[in-house]
Each structure stands twice: as structure tokens, then as C-alpha cells.
């Protein structure tokens, strides 16, 4: 293979391959290539999202550690920080489903307590195919199986997550997944090498082959039809090795051992040390003969990219490298100083006393080439629409049903039984998206209480995102993305406090693509301004693009609260037998984008605008009703509509409601049946809560719309809008939303 075709092979273009040897003043060498190319890489660069991702605000009242670092932290009170972040595993998943998903879930994990805080909370947002295809079933399956494995194992609990399915995920599927950690606001540690003569240990598993090029050939292109090829490219978790490391980082930094923590995910060694040089303003010696091996004959190149997991970086003063090894050898886990910090702004690397490798840090990690994106909107539809699923004159309760056993509305158990959700004892609330609820457990946020860490009060968190909305408009989609996770974390009574963000999109060289990627973050960067939440941090996975074409357009975004009483968290289900039910909000229906238009086999070219500072204002009102402890139930209104979200406050609760809905709109109440059907009944949008409690309790909601409903009581769901009318048995809306996955497996 000539030199050029290497550098191609590796991902880099003939202009980014002579810009390389312009800066070393000569052609690279084989790791200094290897290094290059995985630096240089969609997935390690950001080169065609960092100038747009300057857009976004990132300053906040409560921030203490914004983007950066390995991940975000926000100030919760009482001296505690919270620490979160959310990335991708998308391509390794749609390889290898289980693997790509476990060590997603690994990876995230070592993001968070690199920062020092002990990780408490797993979330996670999956796009799979439409369950009729085999693969989406064998993806779905695999990679919900490799989530329950490593969060199950290393005892972090998964409190909550979003599944979804759409034709245009069939081939490259979504696997983001989101953690939190808590520490002491004094503990947290960043990742920038500090000190002259500081030792570089690595700690963790032994270097192997697996994942090698990772970063490059697998995260940083479209996948193709030699897929299984790409397999050796997905990294092996071990769940076990990593909670020695988790426990061993933690006990390290609270001995005050280290100056610096680094994770080696993405590019192992290569973008771990450089990257903690380069924010230390220093340079760095790694002798690759010192690194411990799983398999002997690795050459310096691969010990330098490759990607096994369960390994940590750090920087130590030479006096106390003995303590460091000691704390390791006490958890059982493999330290080996194979470094040291010096003064050069070089990455060298050495094989024993040969040195194999030298690179300018500035080169290596700040000067990638940053391209401007060239934006067009599509001049023709990107997607086909989905295919019909309801018949043209479905009645109501017909179209209601169908809805709630439609894969995306459908109750989620089979998936969220497999995850310990518990474990850690600090769940007072969990989301359980569309699945069984337990009356007093589940609410539209997770919540989890900061007593056992001496903290007051609690912290809620959310994940969410449309990605078929999106597609319709990307600027408007991304805007709802936010207000959705506002609008829970409302639910439970908690102030956003910080947002974070999977930016999912296809290959931003195409300009349509690059349109929806620039009119996402314009929606999204608006959006957190409004509500005054900024970004602390996040991760951008582009190139899902399989042989069917672009993935719709997924912004994923997860976004932390603070409560001051768990207690006062009312949950989703209907409780008692003659409780007011109102409806509170701006909701403005509309079936563009909705479940409803997918079942109908449509897909929409543009949605409403919303009025951002009024959302603002609800979402201010409605937390503060929900923390005064008086309401029985909060839900907000997203999939399937006014109809379906009161038939899940139905089945939460076990028990019937009788509503009917007359609309203020003279136009709304004109329209003429179907059309006002589906509108009223099953039309979606941002800004609509569905409450009920005593008249008292209704009465008292201030500073917000609120439409009085009907009632709760019976065993059925009575329900009138205008002159759409439905009426269903709470048993009847059970079965069809408990039996919309498992009808698929059968």
C-alpha cells in the first residue's frame, strides 16, 4: 500500500495528509500517521461542528464545569456538584449491538468519574428500525442486553431512557447513553497535565488489539455493505475490571494523589495524552515498551490507538507514585508509570529507547483543519413517508388503540425490566417512557434524592428527542426537543439547572445535511437561551448514513434539575375516584410531524413556530404548582396527543376518567369532523400538561392557561372534544399499550 493510500485508508484527505507534513517538516512516520489520523478525525476534532457548536451558550448561574472537560457539572447546593454528559456509540452498535452498547455505556461512565464524582444514574435514548424488520428485532434486542449487562454489573442504576423506531434507522441504528455523578464541588479535577517531571501512569486492563481505529474508520464514516468486517473495530467491556476502576479512581482523588485524571476512550493513548498536554500547555513522553499487554507482538502504533476499555490515565508527582501504586494494587487493578510530563510541547513515543514517534502537541491536537459548512435545504423530500398503518376511516377509539400499540407509544417493560433501576437506593421517582406504571414510582423525569451525600432536596433528569420532527423541521424539532425535557423536569417540580447534547446527523459534507445540523443548533442554542439552561457539554456523532441514506436528523438532549422536596413529586397516574383533571398550558395541537401523521402514512415538510418566552413562562408556573405537594398527578403532553397521554394517566392509575374538551379557538371549534378528530384528539405539540387533584388544588394553579376536564373515576375513558367523541375500558387501553412490543416478537 502506497503512502497515499494509507493516509486515505486511515480517513484523511490528500490536502489534510500534506498539511501533516507541513507541520512535521517531513513525511509521518507509521504511528505518527496512525496518531494523526485518529486526531484528526470527524469523531476527535469536531472539524465540521466546532465552529457551529460555538453557538450554543454555555454560561449559566449554576455551572461549574462547562465544555472541555470529560463532562459537565452543575452546582446542586450544599457544597455537591452534579456531573453529566451524554455521547454516542451508534456505529459500533449497528456492528456489534451488545458489545457497542455496553461499552457505551462504559465509556460514558469513566467520562464521569474522570471528573472525580461517583456515577449514580444511567439514561438512554435508543433508534432502532421498524420492528416488523428482523434486524431492528436482533439491534433491539443485542443492544438492551448489553445496557442491563454493564449498568446491572458495575451497580449504577438506569433510571429512565426513550426507545423509538423509524425506517430510516434500519441500517445505522442510535445507541446514546447518559450518566450522572456526584461529588464534592471541591473535588472535581480536570484533565490538563500539570508539573515538569510529573509521572504519566496508566491504570486499568491491559492493552489488546480490540478497537483499534475505532475513532476514525468506524465513528467518522457512513457504514457500508462490508459492515462485519468493521467488528474488530468494537472495543470488549468488562463491567467487573471497570468498577475496580471506578472505585480506585475515586479512592486516588480522594487521597489528593493526582494532579491530573484522564479516561482513554475514543483513540486510547494517543488522544488521552495529548489532549491532557495540550490543556496543560505542556508536552508528553510515553515509552509504549512499559505498557502492559494483553497480546506481545503489538506493534508501537497500535499500543498507541488502541481502544480497550477499562483504562485511565494520570498524572503523578514522583513521590508520590508509590502511594498511587499502592491504592491500585489494593483494588487489584494494574498501574505502570509509562510516562513523564516535560517541558518540549512535543508528543514523543519511544520503544524502549527508540524513539518511533514525534509531534508538535499544537499540531496534533489544536490545529486540525476546521471547515465551514455549506448549507442547503433539500430541494426534493430526503425521506420517503412511512408506510400507512391505520385505515383511512379508523374511528377514534380505533385510531386510539392503534396508537397506544404503535412501537413508539407502546409500553416499554420488555426493555426497562431487563435495567436495575434501584440499585444505589437514591431513586424516589423513575421514568418508565410508555411503560407500567407504579402509582407512587414513576413520573415523566426521574428524581433522585442528594440526602445519602448530605445534600438537601434532589436532583431530576430527562432525555429526550424527535427525531421524525426534525426531519420535518430542523429548527423547530430541536426547539421541542428542549421544551419536551423542560417540560418533564416540570412535571417533577425541578429548575433546569444544565442541558446536554448527542447531536446524531449524516454526513455534513452533503449540504442538506449540513442545513439540518445548522438549523438544529440555531433551534437548540434559541431554545436554552430562553429558558437560561446552558450547555455544559456533549458529544456530535455524524456519518449515519447506511445504504438506505441519512438517519432523520436526532438531536438527543438530557438536561439536569434541582428540587427541593422529593416528596412533593406527584407522578403520572390517576389516583382517586372524583379528582379534577384540567388541562394546563399554551398547547397548541397540530398533527404535522405527529404519531398520528406516521400511521397515516405521512411525513410533513415544516412545523409551527412556537412562542418560546410563553413556553418559559408555563414551564415556571407549572413547577411551582407541582412543588407545593397539592396535585395528584402531572403529565405532560407529547406522543399520541391529548388522547393518549390521558389514556396513560389511565393505566398508570387503574382507573377510569370522563373528559371533554371545548377549545376557545372559534376555528378549532369550526372544523369539521375527521379532521377535528384528529386534531383535538390526537394533535401534538410543546406546552400541555395534563393534572389532576381536589378542585382546591386546580383552582390554586396561577400564572398559566388551565382548561377544567372532567373527572377521575369508573373503568373506562370517556372523552369528548367538540364533536370528536371516544370511549374505551382502561382494560382494552392496557392490553393494547402492554402488547405493542411483544406482539412484534411473536
Not at 431487563?418 to 413520573?443: C, F, I, K, N
Not at 433551534?523 to 456519518?543: F, K, T
Request: proline content about 6%; overall charge negative.
Amino acid at each position: 500500500m502506497t503512502a497515499v493510500a494509507a493516509h486515505r485508508a486511515l480517513g484523511l484527505t490528500d490536502a489534510e495528509y500534506d498539511g501533516i507534513v507541513e507541520k512535521l517538516g517531513n513525511e509521518p512516520n507509521e504511528v505518527e500517521l496512525a496518531m494523526f489520523s485518529l486526531m484528526w478525525s470527524e469523531h476527535c476534532a469536531y472539524k465540521h461542528s466546532k465552529r457551529l457548536l460555538r453557538r450554543l451558550p454555555v454560561e449559566g448561574p449554576h455551572l461549574v464545569m462547562g465544555p472541555g472537560e470529560n463532562a459537565g457539572a452543575v452546582d446542586v447546593g450544599d457544597g455537591l456538584a452534579v456531573a453529566f454528559k451524554v455521547e454516542s456509540h451508534n456505529h459500533p452498535s449497528a456492528v456489534e449491538p451488545f458489545q457497542g452498547a455496553a461499552t457505551g455505556v462504559g465509556g460514558i461512565l469513566r467520562d464521569v468519574f474522570a471528573v472525580g464524582a461517583r456515577p449514580i444514574a444511567i439514561l438512554d435514548s435508543l433508534r432502532f428500525g421498524e420492528l416488523d424488520s428482523a434486524r431492528s428485532r436482533y439491534l433491539l434486542e443485542h443492544a438492551v442486553a448489553g445496557i442491563g449487562h454493564y449498568g446491572n454489573s458495575i451497580g449504577v442504576a438506569t433510571v429512565g431512557g426513550e426507545i423509538m423506531f423509524e425506517g430510516p434507522y434500519e441500517q445505522n441504528c442510535l445507541v446514546n447513553a447518559m450518566c450522572l455523578g456526584i461529588a464534592r464541588k471541591d473535588r472535581l479535577i480536570r484533565s490538563a497535565a500539570a508539573g515538569v517531571g510529573n509521572l504519566v501512569v496508566l491504570f486499568g486492563a491491559l492493552t489488546g488489539r480490540d478497537g483499534i481505529g475505532g475513532a476514525s474508520v468506524l465513528a467518522s464514516a457512513e457504514l457500508g455493505e462490508d459492515d462485519a468486517d468493521k467488528r474488530p473495530t468494537v472495543q470488549i467491556g468488562d463491567p467487573f475490571e471497570e468498577k475496580k476502576l471506578l472505585e480506585c479512581s475515586l479512592e486516588l482523588l480522594d487521597r489528593g494523589l493526582l494532579a491530573s485524571l484522564q479516561d482513554l476512550g475514543a483513540a486510547g493513548l494517543t488522544s488521552s495524552s495529548s489532549e491532557m498536554a495540550s490543556k496543560g500547555g505542556v508536552g508528553i513522553d510515553i515509552d509504549v515498551s512499559r505498557v502492559p499487554l494483553r497480546e506481545a507482538d503489538m506493534e508501537p502504533f497500535e499500543v498507541m490507538v488502541s481502544e480497550s476499555q477499562e483504562r485511565m490515565l494520570c498524572v503523578v508527582e514522583p513521590e508520590r507514585l508509590e502511594e498511587v501504586l499502592a491504592v491500585c494494587d489494593k483494588w487489584d487493578v494494574r498501574a505502570t508509570a509509562i510516562g513523564e510530563v516535560t517541558d518540549t510541547r512535543r508528543m514523543r513515543v519511544f520503544d524502549g529507547d527508540e524513539l518511533v514517534g514525534d509531534m508538535p502537541v499544537v499540531a496534533l491536537v489544536d490545529e486540525c483543519p476546521l471547515y465551514d459548512l455549506e448549507p442547503a435545504p433539500p430541494e426534493a423530500p430526503l425521506y420517503p413517508p412511512p408506510p400507512r398503518a391505520l385505515s383511512a376511516d379508523a374511528s377514534p377509539e380505533e385510531t386510539l388503540l392503534g396508537l397506544l400499540h404503535s412501537p413508539n407509544l407502546a409500553g416499554k417493560s420488555w426493555a426497562f425490566e431487563q435495567y436495575d433501576t434501584l440499585v444505589g437506593s437514591r431513586t424516589v421517582r423513575r421514568r418508565v417512557e410508555g411503560g407500567r406504571s407504579v402509582q407512587s414510582a414513576t413520573a415523566d423525569a426521574a428524581v433522585l434524592s442528594l440526602a445519602h451525600d448530605g445534600g438537601t432536596g434532589a436532583i431530576a433528569v430527562s432525555i429526550d428527542g424527535n427525531g421524525r420532527r426534525v426531519a420535518c423541521d430542523p429548527y423547530a424539532g430541536a426547539v421541542e426537543a428542549v421544551l419536551e425535557c423542560a417540560a418533564n423536569l416540570a412535571c417533577a417540580g425541578a429548575e433546569p439547572l444544565g442541558l446536554t447534547n448527542c447531536l446524531n446527523f449524516g454526513n455534513p459534507e452533503k449540504p442538506h445535511i449540513a442545513w439540518q445540523l445548522e438549523r438544529a443548533v440555531a433551534g437548540l442554542a434559541d431554545a436554552c437561551r430562553a429558558l437560561d439552561v446552558p450547555v455544559v457539554g456533549g458529544n456530535v456523532s455524524l456519518y449515519n448514513e447506511g445504504g438506505g441514506g441519512p438517519i432523520y436528523p436526532t438531536p438527543i438532549v438530557g438536561m439536569v434539575g434541582k428540587l427541593p422536596d422529593p416528596e412533593t413529586v406527584p407522578g403520572s397516574a390517576f389516583r382517586e375516584e372524583g379528582h379534577v383533571i384540567a388541562l394546563v398550558g399554551p398547547f397548541e395541537p397540530y398533527v404535522q410531524g405527529s404519531e398520528w401523521h406516521k400511521l397515516n402514512g405521512e411525513l410533513a415538510h415544516g412545523l409551527p413556530q412556537v412562542d418560546l418566552q410563553a413556553h418559559a413562562a408555563a414551564l415556571a408556573a407549572v413547577r411551582e404548582t407541582v412543588r407545593a405537594g397539592t396535585l395528584a398527578s402531572v403529565h405532560d403532553i407529547s406522543g399520541g396527543g391529548l388522547a393518549c397521554t390521558l389514556a396513560e394517566c389511565c393505566i398508570a392509575g387503574g382507573i377510569g376518567a370522563s373528559v371533554a374538551w371545548k377549545p376557545s379557538d372559534s376555528d378549532v371549534e369550526a372544523a369539521s369532523y375527521p379532521a377535528l378528530s384528529r386534531l383535538l384528539l390526537f394533535g401534538e405539540g410543546p406546552g400541555g400538561w395534563v393534572v389532576s387533584g381536589p378542585a382546591e388544588a386546580v383552582d390554586a394553579i396561577v400564572g398559566v392557561s388551565v382548561q377544567r376536564l372532567g373527572e377521575v373515576g369508573g373503568e373506562t375513558l370517556e372523552m369528548a372534544a367538540s364533536a370528536a367523541t371516544l370511549s374505551l375500558s382502561v382494560g382494552d387501553l392496557r392490553n393494547a399499550h402492554e402488547r405493542g412490543i411483544p406482539d412484534r416478537f411473536s
